[in-house]
């Protein structure tokens, strides 16, 4: 079964310091894609990263960057400089092919994060 | 552009009742899809649409119908809401179907069942 899975379901970082948040997926397939979406309290889904399958180097945006490592089938997400404003619901999503022309996007059970001052 | 909107924010409906959730996107993106948030929980799958004219049962489906009559929208209609439809629904879309497109999503709409 092809699944995502977060082991943390709640962190806590001090503000200014760097964080990792952990995903591990399960896929035999060979392309697929990685996503990293934060959900604040105020509900909305924010689309934060991205690492394909066939992407060699870690994507990196702003002050989030992924660590992917391929092998071992896990794609973390590293918040540097954390702010006060990135507390909030972290969600990790594999978009794998079901069939045909069928993209579904699996989410994992999310990670609180909670940035304290 | 506003990318992916949904109406209504919120709503309460009784038992049996019926309603439709409106979905629409203005970023000519093929790929559109709906999901729901149990507390908890992270998104599963109700149904998505390739293109228009094209859709497809996901994870949970039961319960609901789609239909995608052009490219711009993607409603969700609740035939008789139960209380397990208590949840909050997202509409997402993509440029492609392709594993490696990002989905953007909706603000969603958070739906009570009594």
């Known amino acids: 079964a092809q699944k995502i899975t977060q082991t943390q379901p709640g962190m806590f970082v001090q503000e200014k310091e760097a964080v990792t948040l952990d995903c591990t997926y399960d896929?035999?397939?060979?392309?697929?894609?990685l996503f990293w979406y934060k959900q604040p309290s105020s509900g909305e889904m924010i689309f934060l990263i991205y690492?394909?399958?066939?992407?060699?180097q870690n994507a990196t945006e702003g002050r989030y960057s992924l660590n992917f490592q391929k092998a071992r089938k896990s794609a973390n997400l590293v918040i540097s400089a954390s702010q006060l404003g990135d507390s909030a619901m972290y969600f990790c999503?594999?978009?794998?092919?079901?069939?045909?022309?069928?993209?579904?996007?699996?989410f994992g059970s999310g990670t609180q994060l909670t940035v304290l001052p | 552009n506003a990318g992916v909107t949904q109406t209504p924010k919120f709503q309460v409906l009784k038992t049996g009742q019926s309603m439709t959730l409106q979905c629409a996107q203005d970023?000519?993106?093929?790929?559109m899809s709906w999901y729901r948030q149990d507390p908890g929980m992270g998104l599963r799958l109700i149904h998505y649409?390739?293109?228009?004219?094209?859709?497809d049962q996901g994870e949970v489906p039961n319960g609901y119908n789609v239909s995608r009559s052009t490219t711009e929208d993607f409603p969700l209609r609740l035939l008789s809401a139960a209380p397990s439809q208590t949840s909050v629904y997202f509409c997402?879309?993509?440029?492609?179907?392709?594993?490696?497109?990002?989905?953007?999503f909706g603000p969603g709409t958070r739906l009570t069942v009594l």
């Open positions: 970023m000519n993106h093929e790929y």
């Open positions: 999503a594999i978009r794998l092919v079901v069939s045909g022309s069928a993209r579904q996007l699996t």
């Open positions: 997402a879309s993509s440029a492609t179907g392709a594993s490696t497109d990002t989905q953007y």
């Open positions: 896929t035999s397939d060979p392309s697929y894609g």
């Open positions: 690492q394909g399958s066939y992407d060699q």
């Open positions: 649409s390739v293109g228009a004219g094209i859709t």
